[in-house]
């Protein structure tokens, strides 16, 4: 979202439409920090980090650099000071990212934030790991203190698992085709394992909108 040029001015005209106007941003977090507080400066509540590595080793193969792997990092503490990281979210495939995945959960904890960790959305049985394999995952590694479900009004309810630092492990548990009011998605391809969890519009990159 922060390479469009009219990012601000988008801003600040959601922000004029009520008091009840939500607006959060979704980033790979390889931003200028300076485009970042003009936006929350003019109303947004909060932006979610989407990190797509955590160490250099996946970093690597994602042709993702240690200099870029640090600017994220460095952005997302930034927005920790100043109360506006809303979450981490985290892909898990399978095994594979089990180091890369315990690593940023003890960042987390350390730093008494959350992350959202999502499961990959694909039919290929066996090739990643369902949500029910993803807590599994966690909960044998992880000493959870106790956990509660979250409510949204903007998205579906989700079970928070609380570490013994103050940390919070996000998983969306709850089916998507389940819950109203999102019979909509009755005939979407990825409805049996979609956790999405919102009914988004989306920006596109050539400035057409689309549905999710």
Same mark, same amino acid.
């Given at each position: 979202?922060?390479?469009?040029?009219?990012?601000?001015?988008?801003?600040?005209?959601?922000?004029?439409?009520?008091?009840?106007?939500?607006?959060?941003?979704?980033?790979?977090?390889?931003?200028?920090?300076?485009?970042?507080?003009?936006?929350?400066?003019?109303?947004?509540?909060?932006?979610?980090?989407?990190?797509?590595?955590?160490?250099?080793?996946?970093?690597?193969?994602?042709?993702?650099?240690?200099?870029?792997?640090?600017?994220?990092?460095?952005?997302? &503490?930034?927005?920790?000071?100043?109360?506006?990281?809303?979450?981490?979210?985290?892909?898990?495939?399978?095994?594979?990212?089990?180091?890369?995945?315990?690593?940023?959960?003890?960042?987390?904890?350390?730093?008494?934030?959350?992350?959202?960790?999502?499961?990959?959305?694909?039919?290929?049985?066996? &090739?990643?790991?369902?949500?029910?394999?993803?807590?599994?995952?966690?909960?044998?590694?992880?000493?959870?203190?106790?956990?509660?479900?979250?409510?949204?009004?903007?998205?579906?309810?989700?079970?928070?698992?609380?570490?013994?630092?103050?940390?919070?492990?996000?998983? &969306?548990?709850?089916?998507?085709?389940?819950?109203?009011?999102?019979?909509?998605?009755?005939?979407?391809?990825?409805?049996?394992?979609?956790?999405?969890?919102?009914?988004?519009?989306?920006?596109?990159?050539?400035?057409?909108?689309?549905?999710?």
């Amino acid at each position: 979202p922060t390479l469009y040029d009219n990012l601000q001015q988008m801003v600040f005209f959601l922000n004029s439409l009520g008091n009840d106007v939500d607006i959060s941003i979704i980033s790979n977090g390889l931003f200028d920090f300076s485009i970042i507080e003009k936006c929350i400066k003019l109303g947004i509540n909060r932006i979610n980090i989407s990190a797509h590595a955590w160490n250099e080793k996946n970093a690597a193969v994602l042709g993702m650099s240690v200099k870029q792997l640090d600017l994220m990092k460095r952005n997302i &503490k930034l927005l920790l000071e100043m109360k506006k990281l809303g979450k981490i979210n985290y892909v898990y495939r399978n095994s594979v990212d089990d180091d890369e995945l315990f690593e940023c959960i003890e960042w987390i904890n350390e730093h008494k934030t959350v992350i959202d960790v999502l499961n990959v959305l694909g039919t290929k049985i066996g &090739k990643y790991a369902s949500m029910e394999e993803i807590e599994k995952t966690i909960r044998n590694r992880i000493n959870i203190q106790y956990e509660y479900i979250c409510y949204n009004k903007h998205s579906l309810p989700s079970k928070r698992l609380v570490l013994d630092n103050g940390g919070e492990i996000n998983l &969306k548990v709850f089916p998507l085709n389940k819950m109203p009011p999102f019979k909509s998605c009755n005939n979407c391809e990825q409805l049996n394992v979609c956790t999405e969890g919102i009914k988004a519009i989306r920006l596109k990159t050539d400035g057409t909108i689309k549905p999710c």
